[in-house]
């Protein structure tokens, strides 16, 4: 039988506007598998859940900023390549001007 005393299953079972016996049952059910499953890895990294969860929550959010930055890293890097190639384009046509302007003081001075 299902244990509902806990909170992180009693409450979102009184949440529940038309609630079935079959969803209250796999509700459930599945809150005391995630209950296994947290303390198994608990009882592997020889910590409480507290511990754990916290731990979980910092690298978490540590492997975010770390994506964060790398895709913030790669914009600049696009936008300075799109820089560059602007710039080439501005050299190619301050060149060709100078060449136009060459050909245009040879034929009429």
Do not use: W
Request: glycine letters at 2%; one cysteine or more; proline letters at 3%.
């Amino acid at each position: 039988m299902p244990d509902i005393s806990h909170t992180g299953t009693r409450d979102p079972l009184l949440k529940e506007a038309e609630l079935t016996l079959n969803q209250a049952l796999d509700m459930c059910r599945s809150q005391e598998v995630a209950r296994q499953q947290l303390d198994t890895l608990c009882k592997d990294e020889g910590d409480n859940p507290i511990n754990f969860l916290s731990r979980r929550f910092k690298q978490e959010r540590h492997n975010t900023q770390n994506r964060t930055t790398a895709a913030t890293a790669a914009q600049c890097i696009r936008r300075a390549g799109k820089a560059v190639q602007n710039l080439e384009q501005y050299i190619e046509d301050v060149e060709s001007a100078v060449t136009l302007k060459k050909c245009f003081v040879k034929q009429y001075v």
